[in-house]
């Protein structure tokens, strides 16, 4: 199985050999957004309004928030979500729930066409192109994809180190559960936890790791 510490932040990866410190995702972080507008251009108009994975979040709500979180410059991020907070909300994921829903008003040939834009903007080597943006992206192009029965297409490395990264900072029940179990990932090589082996999907444990419906083990132990 592959060793996937390597591929975090200096800070979330166990000590040892740092030469394959790797802080750039830019290219996986392009083809993930890639494949989720041409994933969103073939949808009809019913599908753009079906509910997410995200809890409360429409297909377009979810493209909404690709489009704030991910293509925002750190400036805009806590410039508007500042606004938000002074303004409204003292919850942020409230103020997180406003901002992606107004992104989310925009027509649907305008949310593709500006997901295609961040892209393009990424592969130019402007913007953040880390983990954390890398995160964003699989997991709510999981959060569109899998409700509708589509396949968002993730390359190992990077269902891997998402998968480890959210093992690290998940919720307390979760972190228990893999306490107790080790998830191995049958069709991309790497595994996350502790004890007996869980066998599954990547997309079915990071899906589980994110506490998402339809994941690998769905309640505690």
Request: hydrophobic content about 45%; some cysteine; overall charge neutral.
């Given at each position: 199985m592959a060793d996937l510490s390597k591929y975090l932040p200096l800070s979330q990866r166990r000590i040892g050999d740092e030469s394959g410190a790797n802080?750039?995702?830019?290219d996986y972080l392009v083809s993930t957004l890639t494949a989720t507008a041409d994933l969103l251009a073939e949808l009809s108009d019913e599908q753009w309004e079906t509910p997410s994975l995200c809890a409360g979040w429409r297909v377009r709500d979810v493209a909404g928030h690709v489009v704030w979180r991910v293509g925002s410059s750190n400036r805009q991020l806590v410039s508007t979500?500042?606004?938000a907070y002074l303004g409204h909300f003292i919850n942020p994921n409230r103020a997180i729930d406003v901002l992606s829903r107004a992104a989310a008003e925009a027509p649907p040939a305008d949310l593709v066409a500006q997901i295609r834009q961040i892209a393009a903007d990424k592969?130019?080597?402007h913007g953040r192109h880390g983990i954390?943006?890398?995160t964003e992206a699989v997991v709510h192009g999981l959060d569109l994809a899998h409700p509708l029965g589509l396949k968002l297409p993730v390359a190992p490395p990077v269902s891997g180190a998402v998968a480890l990264r959210q093992s690290l900072i998940a919720?307390?029940?979760i972190k228990a559960i893999l306490r107790a179990r080790t998830l191995v990932?049958?069709?991309a090589n790497w595994r996350v936890g502790r004890g007996p082996e869980l066998l599954g999907t990547a997309e079915a444990?990071?899906?589980?790791l994110f506490g998402r419906p339809g994941g690998s083990l769905a309640t505690p132990l």
């Amino acid at each position: 199985m592959a060793d996937l510490s390597k591929y975090l932040p200096l800070s979330q990866r166990r000590i040892g050999d740092e030469s394959g410190a790797n802080s750039n995702w830019r290219d996986y972080l392009v083809s993930t957004l890639t494949a989720t507008a041409d994933l969103l251009a073939e949808l009809s108009d019913e599908q753009w309004e079906t509910p997410s994975l995200c809890a409360g979040w429409r297909v377009r709500d979810v493209a909404g928030h690709v489009v704030w979180r991910v293509g925002s410059s750190n400036r805009q991020l806590v410039s508007t979500a500042a606004r938000a907070y002074l303004g409204h909300f003292i919850n942020p994921n409230r103020a997180i729930d406003v901002l992606s829903r107004a992104a989310a008003e925009a027509p649907p040939a305008d949310l593709v066409a500006q997901i295609r834009q961040i892209a393009a903007d990424k592969a130019a080597g402007h913007g953040r192109h880390g983990i954390t943006e890398l995160t964003e992206a699989v997991v709510h192009g999981l959060d569109l994809a899998h409700p509708l029965g589509l396949k968002l297409p993730v390359a190992p490395p990077v269902s891997g180190a998402v998968a480890l990264r959210q093992s690290l900072i998940a919720p307390t029940e979760i972190k228990a559960i893999l306490r107790a179990r080790t998830l191995v990932a049958t069709d991309a090589n790497w595994r996350v936890g502790r004890g007996p082996e869980l066998l599954g999907t990547a997309e079915a444990h990071l899906l589980f790791l994110f506490g998402r419906p339809g994941g690998s083990l769905a309640t505690p132990l």
